[in-house]
Every structure is written in C-alpha cells, then in structure tokens.
C-alpha cells in the first residue's frame, strides 16, 4: 500500500512554454502533498506544501507564479512549470501524507524535466 | 533552522562488509529522525525511523540510534549486500508547532561490490 505515482516520468520541453506534473495518491488518501526539486547530487528541497482544496504554501525563494501547485482532490495534486527556462531543468518529486500518519510521507519516483 | 549533515560519497564497499552512513542534525525542537533509501530509478523509501532520543529504528538489518546528547542518527548494517547500492538520505521532521516539514541531508551513494 500507500503507493504515489508521478506523471510523466520525464519531459523535455522548449523554453517559453508551460509543462503540467501531476501526483497521484493511488491507495490512500492524501490530505497534504509535497513537491520537491531535486539537483543533482544535492538533496531534496521542498518547494511547497498543499493542502486538498486549499492553496499552496510556498517556501521561500520559490516563485509561486511560476511554479503553479493545484490539489483538487485527495489523489491528486499538479504543478504547473509556466513559462519554463532551461535553468528549470531539474528532477521534480512529490510526495503525499495521509491524514493518519502524521510524519510519514510517501514519495513519488519522480519526474525528470529537461528545458531546451 | 533546521539542518542534517551526512557523510560525503560515494561510499563503495564489498560484500558483507560493515556499514556506516554517519549523520547529524541541527533542530530547533524535538525532532523525528528518519532514513530514507533511494534505489535506481525509483522514488524515495522510508527505511527506518526514531521519534523520541534513545530510540532505535530498524529495517531490513539496518539500524539507527537517535542520540539526542550528539544530536546524531548514523545508520549501520552489519553486513551488505548488492542489492543495498543505493542513494541514502538523512532526515528530520520537526515536530514543534506541528511542522511536518521534511529536511534532507545531501544523500549518500552507496555501492556494493560481489
């Protein structure tokens, strides 16, 4: 159980356009999701938290006009990259928290983003 | 703030060897401690997990001790094997005001060799 999925695993995209990642909780639901970028041989850093039917709280330093975080449902959670630079270039990763395990978050495998 | 130091890889070993993987922290509450394993092309597993000082996690023959006095959580595994070649990171959640936030050491690269 308690399985995330990511969609699609990886994207190349031309600069100026948008690209959409969506996050799904597939056998529980998922009252809170994260969204993390991850640099290459660097660590995790997270980059908002949502909240099903709320808006995103963005960490700071990350552009919330630029990386648009949607959580319409328990099972599903989007970010949006708008108007992607090649500096977006990055491996982006979510992950969801049920509502009864407090500090257990569940990683989805990620999905790769390459801007030309 | 908050922070997780861990040890620079890559480390590589052999089989059935000894494994360290040290980690510290820095938290300004009482925070939960956790490991988690990332094997190739996956996404990140919990592996094991401490909430309180003096408690051990255990998974899958790795441990690790929450050492409040040396705010350290290093992970241990008496003897590896080649499927433990992974990417393993340290990590803390604070628990003071309810914060769930996760924050992650660097990640260390492990690889074990027949």
């Known amino acids: 159980g308690a399985v995330v999925s990511q969609h699609p695993s990886w994207v190349i995209c031309k600069s100026g356009t948008s690209v959409k990642i969506e996050c799904r909780s597939l056998d529980f639901q998922a009252t809170t999701m994260f969204w993390y970028r991850q640099f290459p041989k660097q660590s995790l850093m997270l980059m908002a938290t949502?909240?099903?039917?709320?808006?995103?709280?963005?960490e700071q330093g990350v552009e919330k006009d630029k990386f648009l975080i949607n959580h319409a449902s328990l099972t599903l959670s989007t970010l949006t990259v708008t108007s992607a630079h090649p500096e977006d270039s990055s491996f982006y990763i979510c992950?969801?928290?049920?509502?009864?395990?407090?500090?257990?978050?569940?990683f989805g495998p990620g999905t790769r983003l390459t801007v030309t | 703030g908050n922070s997780v130091t861990q040890m620079e890889g890559p480390v590589t070993l052999s089989e059935e060897a000894f494994l360290t993987i040290n980690c510290t922290y820095t938290a300004t509450g009482y925070p939960s401690l956790f490991w988690y394993v990332q094997y190739p092309g996956e996404g990140l597993q919990l592996l094991l997990k401490a909430t309180k000082a003096d408690d051990k996690g255990s998974n899958k023959g790795f441990e690790a001790t929450y050492r409040k006095e040396t705010t350290s959580f290093h992970l241990e595994k008496g003897s590896v094997q080649v499927s433990d070649s992974a990417v393993y990171f340290c990590a803390l959640s604070d628990q003071v005001e309810g914060n769930e936030k996760l924050t992650f050491g660097t990640g260390t690269r492990l690889t074990i060799i027949p």
């Open positions: 992950s969801a928290r049920s509502s009864g395990r407090a500090y257990e978050q569940y």
């Open positions: 949502s909240n099903e039917g709320s808006k995103a709280t963005y």
